[in-house]
């Protein structure tokens, strides 16, 4: 799906107020969740890499503590996203989806 902030899927699709937008830049595939209840943390959090979520994946694993990352990232459904674009759309799109955020 498609909308002004980018490409995204419902990462709980039980919940369809909460969108996780996909990109690739320089070749990574990134994410970033909008909450429609909660707008601000659209702007408190950035453009995560992939291979960061993994490194959140395993320090979960070795420490069992708070959620699995990895249940709200689908790298799959990302790249799937992606392809279906057209190469470099995700990137070069205008609008909020392509422009820089501040950690």
Not at 5 to 33: C, D, H, K, S, W
Not at 60 to 79: F, H, I, S, T, W
């Amino acid at each position: 799906m498609k909308d002004e902030r980018g490409l995204y899927y419902y990462p709980a699709p039980q919940n369809t107020r909460i969108r996780m937008y996909v990109r690739e830049q320089f070749g990574t595939v990134e994410f970033r969740m909008h909450d429609l209840d909660k707008p601000e943390f659209w702007e408190r959090h950035g453009w995560i890499p992939y291979e960061e979520i993994e490194m959140a994946a395993a320090h979960y694993k070795e420490n069992r503590r708070g959620a699995d990352p990895m249940a709200l990232y689908d790298l799959n459904v990302a790249q799937r996203l992606i392809v279906d674009e057209g190469p470099g759309s995700s990137a070069t799109s205008s609008g909020p989806a392509s422009s820089p955020a501040s950690s």
